[in-house]
């Protein structure tokens, strides 16, 4: 799959289940197993893909429905250019909860469980405060809610400019050729990452034009300070971090559990940036329990 020449035939890289539904013109590619309630939606991080949910879906199946996505910039979901300042930005903070809430409804899901890893969990976390009503539990795996936007705003009118953009999004270009050196990164033992991981993470990048999504996404508006506002999360909330996760330090997640009420901190042990990859069958045990917790709360 991965030596075959980049093409802008999304089918022909899509897997046999995956689906495509179409969000206010945007077509966004997502995968779902198991049925009925309660409802999980899993959100992915930077640079990532449905794919980083693989191991874990269909064993947590057995409570219900799982739906993952490709959020906009990633995966095989649309990347559009931004050409309308007026238009709410579908690569923001503020565009990808709608995105997500949108997804809901078009799903027919009225209250889900979050579970967002990575810069997936700002997305996450920011939904769970804008629409509380329609979040039962999240779930977050160590969540870059400590971080701002990648690029300052008064730089956001030179880069938008076509000029900036063609130059930007060929800088950009090489990420693919160290996607196994970034994978490297994120996981404590990276002898452990399979041919397997690493085809599925180079994938999208098989898409032509996926550099103008990462373009768009890095001169998005993202969200600030989220974590002043953790107080006014009511839900149960869980964080998961490994105990060597050199992307999101496991401080940051322990610090963002600590100033939440209630909020459950679950260490991964020898486990980097993604339990759900490195140690998925812990991972799956502690998402268990929680579930196991919020059914004797009912």
């Known amino acids: 799959?991965?030596?075959?020449?980049?093409?802008?035939?999304?089918?022909?890289?899509?897997?046999?289940?995956?689906?495509?539904?179409?969000?206010?013109?945007?077509?966004?590619?997502?995968?779902?197993?198991?049925?009925?309630?309660?409802?999980?939606?899993?959100?992915?991080?930077?640079?990532?893909?449905?794919?980083?949910?693989?191991?874990?879906?269909?064993?947590?199946?057995?409570?219900?429905?799982?739906?993952?996505?490709?959020?906009?910039?990633?995966?095989?979901?649309?990347r559009p250019i931004i050409e309308n300042s007026n238009k709410m930005n579908l690569y923001g903070t503020e565009g990808?909860?709608?995105?997500?809430?949108?997804l809901m409804d078009a799903l027919g899901v009225e209250k889900a469980s979050i579970v967002a890893h990575s810069a997936g969990g700002t997305v996450g976390m920011a939904f769970a405060l804008k629409y509380p009503q329609n979040v039962q539990?999240?779930?977050?795996?160590?969540?870059?809610?400590?971080?701002?936007s990648p690029v300052p705003s008064w730089a956001s009118h030179f880069l938008n400019k076509k000029s900036a953009r063609i130059f930007g999004q060929a800088l950009i270009h090489p990420t693919r050729a160290f996607t196994r050196q970034m994978l490297r990164q994120t996981w404590h033992d990276p002898s452990r990452i399979s041919e397997e991981i690493v085809s599925g993470y180079k994938k999208p990048f098989l898409l032509k034009?996926?550099?103008?999504?990462l373009w768009e996404f890095s001169l998005a508006p993202h969200v600030k300070n989220l974590w002043k506002r953790s107080n006014e999360l009511k839900m149960p909330v869980l964080v998961i971090a490994g105990d060597d996760d050199r992307v999101i330090p496991t401080r940051h997640s322990r610090r963002l559990a600590e100033i939440i009420p209630g909020a459950n901190f679950q260490l991964v042990k020898a486990c980097g940036h993604v339990p759900q990859e490195e140690k998925p069958e812990e991972f799956v045990t502690i998402v268990n329990e929680f579930v196991l917790q919020l059914k004797k709360l009912k």
């Open 137 to 148: 539990a999240l779930i977050l795996v160590g969540p870059a809610v400590y971080l701002y």
């Open 96 to 102: 990808q909860v709608e995105m997500l809430r949108n």
């Open 1 to 78: 799959m991965i030596d075959q020449p980049p093409t802008n035939d999304k089918f022909r890289l899509a897997d046999p289940d995956s689906r495509f539904i179409d969000i206010q013109g945007v077509s966004v590619h997502y995968k779902e197993v198991g049925e009925g309630n309660p409802v999980f939606i899993f959100l992915h991080g930077f640079a990532a893909s449905l794919f980083s949910w693989h191991d874990v879906m269909r064993p947590l199946a057995v409570h219900g429905r799982m739906i993952a996505y490709d959020r906009p910039a990633f995966g095989l979901t649309d």
């Open 209 to 213: 034009g996926w550099e103008v999504g």
